[in-house]
């Protein structure tokens, strides 16, 4: 019922790395602009802080994950980020990640992990620069 659906699993996979991007890079907008506005807008992150090196992966990787540039590095570091953030700020409040607001750190970590192994998927800068020079993307 579902063989089908196999050609469209590059499509896809563009889909979910500009989505994830996205919504990652918009962690670290928060975080630096305050926007969008909300809890974690980061006003008073100290400058040396463990959210302030987060913020820029998040800004910088989450826009690279976007637009498919250098994406497996990207990825990469993004996915190791979310390790750290949840073993060192969402475990220690409780073993369960529901409970400790780190599903979020895991799934993203464990998203990005993909890409490092995947590739970038459609629709990616990495892919149209690989085939401009002849490279397989």
Request: glycine share 12%; hydrophobic share 55%.
């Amino acid at each position: 019922m579902f063989e089908g659906l196999s050609k469209y699993s590059n499509n896809a996979l563009g889909v979910l790395r500009i989505v994830s991007g996205l919504i990652f890079a918009e962690h670290g907008t928060q975080k630096f602009l305050s926007f969008p506005a909300g809890d974690a807008a980061g006003a008073g992150l100290a400058l040396a802080s463990p959210g302030h090196y987060a913020g820029i992966v998040e800004l910088l990787a989450g826009f690279l994950i976007t637009i498919g540039l250098f994406t497996r590095p990207a990825a990469f570091l993004a996915s190791g980020t979310m390790a750290v953030a949840y073993w060192m700020v969402h475990a220690p409040q409780n073993f369960f990640p529901v409970n400790n607001g780190g599903d979020a750190a895991i799934l993203y970590c464990f998203v990005f992990l993909l890409f490092v192994f995947t590739g970038p998927g459609a629709w990616s800068l990495d892919a149209a620069i690989s085939k401009r020079k002849g490279a397989p993307a």
